[in-house]
């Protein structure tokens, strides 16, 4: 399984991202694609997941009403629209992938659930 991410730059406050997750390798009926950030000094976080079977989505409260994630399963990829963006929004973004579906919500927000992750994109929010 193979994830690469890709979008992210720099965008004034107030802006709009859409970053996208191409994934190869990958079966749709068996994966869930979730997206993660990590600032410098601080964990890495879960912002949002697709479960691919059935389009299921999760979200991070905080994340709800700005970040949405979609996904084109033709195109074999999972979109996470990120608008009114902040400075606090700055971090590196991951995709990564988990076959563990219909688990607890609570799983999904840890990093070690996930099975595969890609490279990660830079996102810079700053005027």
């Known amino acids: 399984v193979q994830l690469q991410a890709s979008g992210g730059g720099l965008v004034q406050p107030g802006g709009s991202l859409r970053l996208s997750c191409a994934a190869s390798?990958?079966?749709?009926?068996?994966?869930?694609i979730g997206w993660f950030r990590q600032a410098p000094g601080k964990e890495r976080e879960m912002l949002s997941l697709?479960?691919?079977?059935?389009?299921?989505?999760l979200y991070a409260d905080s994340m709800k009403g700005r970040f949405t994630i979609s996904r084109d399963n033709a195109k074999r990829t999972v979109y996470l629209q990120m608008n009114s963006l902040k400075p606090e929004d700055t971090a590196v973004y991951y995709c990564?992938?988990?076959?563990?579906?219909?688990?607890?919500?609570?799983?999904?927000?840890?990093?070690?659930?996930?099975?595969?992750w890609g490279q990660g994109t830079q996102v810079t929010v700053s005027s």
């Open positions: 990564t992938a988990t076959r563990r579906l219909y688990y607890s919500d609570r799983y999904y927000f840890r990093p070690d659930w996930y099975d595969y």
């Open positions: 390798g990958v079966s749709l009926d068996d994966y869930a």
């Open positions: 697709v479960n691919l079977r059935d389009g299921g989505t």
